[in-house]
């Protein structure tokens, strides 16, 4: 690479796992390419990230190193940051104003709109990133519009969507059906849309192979840039030298003993179990889950985090440990990635989605709420990679069905057709960062258009 200056890029994540994550990909995919990039992100999280070639800067949300913990609920946090993440982030862009690498560009993750007014303020350019898929941003975009009343009825259904396929009613996102279950979260979604079109970019964490379709529906109201699947490239297309991580980690993963583990178990032969950073299941569901597992006699590696480990039965969990190996937490991308892994048993959230399509993993879905069950209509339905586990009228995946599952995805013929879809779809994803491929385009675009806009002296518009 030459020593031109291709730009200056801030990127601002949500400060939650799930969007620092890709966010942060997305800023060492723009710095392999030249451009200088910076990770503005709250104090709370400022000390779990530590990437080579991407600045690190911290802004505030209002409540120190305590950052969400400290809010009195969702509403006041997001109120607090929109101030004070304002300010902050307006101070770094001024920090750079006079250096020799000025900022001419915020990324900013769809969840925090008010970064695109600091980005006008400083007459630079703005692009809104979403981290969840094509499919959910098109549904959410059609309510903010009116084009979608809620709640969604059970007798409307099938839900007919411009390059969706039909949704029934459990394939919708939770809010949809409850809109009052989950006010402040249904908010945070439809606040992405309303100034989104005088955005210069609109970015989405998927790719053309898998909602290709979705993507051309949401054109008509507006045009996004796939450029997933956001992983480390160690992954996909290897470029980036020693990229196997994020980058960022809110907690301390136990990498070692997880692969000690792994590495004494046959191939294809263990269950991978993570709910993710913010699932909470029920005791029940704990339960049926844990004697599943025990039932099946397959091998399982269960991240149970600290604040969940109470609801697990100690008898079963005692009694499960010849064949399993219950962890606080383990780097998912390694453990996914490892020979012995053979089935990846997931609540879908769009990340995980996303990890377990580029590395080729057969899933079972049990989904909890928001867009975790659209995306399980996708693993079984559209990708046929998995199944998924069906709730009883309690709402619990009883042990009878997850076993039943694991058995579809593990052993038989089913299991065989699921396990080539996966690989095929493992192939496509690497397909979209090799020569040619459609997110390398649309990124290499984005740099190119910074190239020449800084050339012309319009990248930074400080002077003007």
């Known amino acids: ?141 059609r309510v903010h519009h009116g084009l979608l009343s809620l709640p969604c009825k059970l007798e409307d259904m099938p839900l007919l969507v411009p390059g969706l396929p039909p949704l029934n009613f459990p394939d919708l996102p939770s809010f949809l059906k409850k809109p009052d279950s989950y006010p402040a979260y249904l908010k945070l979604k439809l606040n992405q849309y309303p100034d989104l079109d005088k955005a210069d970019w609109v970015f989405v964490n998927t790719f053309e192979a898998l909602e290709g379709q979705a993507a051309n529906g949401l054109s008509k109201l507006f045009s996004g840039k796939l450029i997933g699947p956001m992983v480390p490239s160690a992954y996909l297309d290897g470029q980036i030298t020693g990229d196997r991580g994020y980058g960022a980690s809110l907690w301390k993963p136990l990498g070692e003993e997880c692969n000690k583990w792994l590495e004494a178990k046959p191939p294809k032969s263990v269950v991978y179990v993570s709910f993710g950073s913010m699932v909470s299941l029920t005791e029940k569901q704990m339960e049926e889950l844990a004697l599943g597992l025990k039932e099946s006699g397959v091998h399982f590696l269960w991240v149970v985090r600290e604040s969940e480990r109470s609801k697990l039965p100690k008898e079963i969990s005692d009694s499960a440990k010849e064949k399993g190996l219950f962890v606080k937490w383990c780097n998912q991308l390694e453990a996914l990635a490892h020979e012995a892994i053979g089935c990846f048993v997931t609540h879908c959230g769009w990340n995980s989605i996303l990890e377990g399509l580029s590395l080729g993993v057969p899933m079972v879905a049990v989904p909890q709420w928001a867009d975790q069950l659209t995306n399980a209509k996708f693993v079984e339905e559209i990708w046929e990679v998995g199944v998924r586990a069906k709730e009883d009228e309690q709402g619990v995946v009883r042990k009878e069905e997850f076993v039943g599952c694991l058995k579809k995805v593990m052993e038989g013929e089913r299991s065989q057709e699921i396990r080539k879809n996966s690989s095929k779809w493992r192939e496509l994803a690497k397909k979209e960062f090799s020569e040619g491929g459609s997110s390398e385009k649309n990124i290499t675009g984005f740099v190119e258009h910074l190239r020449l806009a800084n050339k012309k002296g319009e990248a930074n518009l400080w002077s003007t």
């Open 1 to 141: 690479m030459d020593n031109e200056y291709r730009g200056h890029v801030v990127v601002l994540p949500y400060p939650s796992q799930g969007h620092i994550n890709p966010l942060l990909q997305f800023a060492k995919r723009l710095a392999s390419k030249g451009v200088k990039a910076t990770l503005a992100t709250t104090s709370s999280t400022v000390n779990s990230i530590c990437v080579p070639n991407v600045g690190i800067e911290p802004i505030s949300d209002g409540f120190g190193q305590a950052g969400f913990a400290q809010a009195a609920d969702e509403d006041t946090f997001l109120q607090s940051f929109k101030t004070n993440g304002s300010r902050t982030l307006s101070q770094v862009l001024d920090k750079y104003q006079n250096s020799d690498f000025p900022v001419n560009c915020v990324v900013y993750d769809s969840f925090l709109p008010w970064a695109l007014d600091v980005a006008k303020k400083h007459r630079i350019y703005g692009a809104s990133f979403f981290t969840n898929s094509a499919t959910v941003c098109s549904l959410f975009f």
